[in-house]
């Protein structure tokens, strides 16, 4: 990945509503703890950006050890670069970028493509984990289950870079603009692409949706 | 996020779109997100990262595992399949003591021998005593007394089908068994060289001189790869160490009578 800390333009501010967690900054001064890797400053980097890179990479990947994998990789890589981080931009752009690139990189291994075959063979009993368990009405339980596994699913078979553009600006609420930079294309071409995604969704989901 | 994004949105696409944003977040295994922190905190992540190659990228890639695998059971099928007949001694005669790699062995201890002689083994039997060796329906090789040889490799079913031996001092008589088609032996001394397929032969190393002789079938001889030639049955070449041009005649009666008794010895070998 030719990525290095914060190379991406400092977007950072995009809006509330995305899954993981909170989108607020770092302050300088915590920021400027992380490039001494203080535990303190390393911690609170780690509460802030966890929950995004994980759900980034099971949104991207569809399942749950891939996204560990991931969510692993890029922290180690955020430690091994944590001297670089510049202390004056938000390194939530940097952080999603590698994440992404991480999971483009898994998708074209060899070991993703016998992972695929294999799944291809069998249900994918990970979807399940993502509802909660419980509720009122079990009846309406199962049904919400059963649409969000299609969702799922529907988002699985879309191809990866259409797949990165709907996850990036659909699940981690970044705009067109800054989601360029990261998939390596101009915003008009990612807006395209996200139509297409939207369209194809449309398709795989008209019973769903109904 | 840029409301302008999704201003061109056609209903249907907004209807996906909401779906997608309904679905709840995904809650990462508790226990998995606070050793990963605890790492990342402590820098242990680093150790962590270590230890995994250490243990080796294999166990991390299944695919090249199993690659490895089937290519060492193949490599360990080719080399069972590719094991032919061993040497082992056949007969012995006469009363003295063997030097099998410069260990003293009674000729008549046939466990020792035959535990001790095998491929590429040096060999030095007195005067008095012969030792008859063989590779089942491939060859039978006979080391005459008062002789110093190395014994060849025991020969390969699919590579390995050239096999040498060589002969410091005396004599040695060879016959090639059924099974010889496709083997090639060669018999090297300090004066040249002999290639036997399918013959009965003799190859005597004097002080300086070498005499090859043809009972049946063909030899091929010469001092290198280059320079060597056919000698027909109830022929001998004879080579010098000093360099005159080789001499070929017809086989000498002492030579001649050795061959034969030895071709007699070898009806009940193969």
């Keep these: ?210 | 996020m840029n409301e302008h994004d999704d201003r061109d949105l056609d209903p249907g696409e907004r209807q996906v779109q909401e779906a997608l944003r309904a679905l709840p977040e995904v809650q990462a295994d508790a226990e998995f997100r606070r050793r990963l922190k605890a790492d990342f905190v402590s820098g242990a992540i680093l150790e962590r990262e270590r230890a995994a190659e250490r243990s080796g990228g294999l166990r991390r890639r299944p695919w090249l595992w199993a690659s490895v695998s089937a290519a060492a059971v193949v490599a360990l099928l080719l080399l069972v399949f590719n094991h032919g007949p061993v040497w082992t001694l056949h007969q012995v005669s006469g009363e003295g003591e063997v030097l099998v790699n410069g260990r003293p062995v009674p000729a008549q201890d046939i466990d020792a021998l035959n535990h001790l002689l095998g491929a590429k083994v040096d060999l030095e039997v007195p005067d008095g005593v012969r030792l008859d060796l063989i590779c089942p329906e491939v060859l039978l090789l006979e080391v005459a007394p008062n002789s110093h040889v190395v014994l060849p490799a025991d020969p390969g079913r699919l590579w390995g089908r050239t096999f040498t031996s060589r002969v410091d001092k005396g004599e040695i008589r060879c016959k090639s068994g059924p099974e010889f088609a496709g083997y090639r032996f060669l018999v090297l001394t300090s004066e040249g060289r002999t290639e036997i397929a399918g013959t009965t032969v003799s190859v005597y190393k004097g002080d300086d001189f070498t005499c090859v002789c043809v009972l049946s079938g063909t030899a091929r001889i010469g001092r290198q790869e280059g320079t060597m030639q056919d000698i027909p049955a109830g022929m001998r070449k004879v080579m010098f160490a000093d360099g005159r041009p080789p001499l070929i005649t017809k086989i000498a009666a002492e030579h001649e009578e050795g061959l034969l008794q030895f071709e007699a010895r070898s009806q009940g070998a193969f």
């Design chain 1, 1 to 210: 990945m030719g990525t290095g800390p914060q190379s991406p333009p400092p977007g950072g501010g995009a809006g509330e509503g995305s899954q993981g967690a909170p989108r607020a900054s770092l302050s300088r001064a915590t920021l400027e703890g992380v490039q001494q890797r203080d535990p303190a400053a390393l911690a609170e980097l780690f509460d802030a950006y966890f929950g995004r890179i994980f759900n980034l990479a099971y949104r991207m990947t569809g399942k749950r050890t891939a996204a560990e994998d991931i969510t692993q990789e890029v922290f180690l890589r955020v430690y091994k670069a944590a001297h670089r981080i510049d202390a004056a931009r938000d390194p939530g752009p940097w952080l999603m970028t590698i994440t992404a690139n991480l999971c483009r990189e898994r998708w074209r291994s060899a070991r993703e493509r016998f992972d695929r075959r294999l799944r291809s063979l069998d249900a994918e009993p990970e979807l399940a984990a993502v509802v909660p368990a419980g509720g009122a009405d079990p009846e309406l339980a199962t049904e919400q289950q059963d649409r969000q596994e299609k969702l799922m699913e529907a988002i699985g078979r879309l191809a990866p870079p259409l797949r990165s553009v709907v996850v990036l600006h659909d699940f981690q609420g970044l705009s067109h603009e800054e989601i360029a930079p990261m998939v390596g294309a101009r915003p008009a071409a990612v807006r395209k692409r996200y139509s297409r995604a939207l369209a194809k969704l449309r398709d795989y989901l008209q019973d769903v949706l109904k």
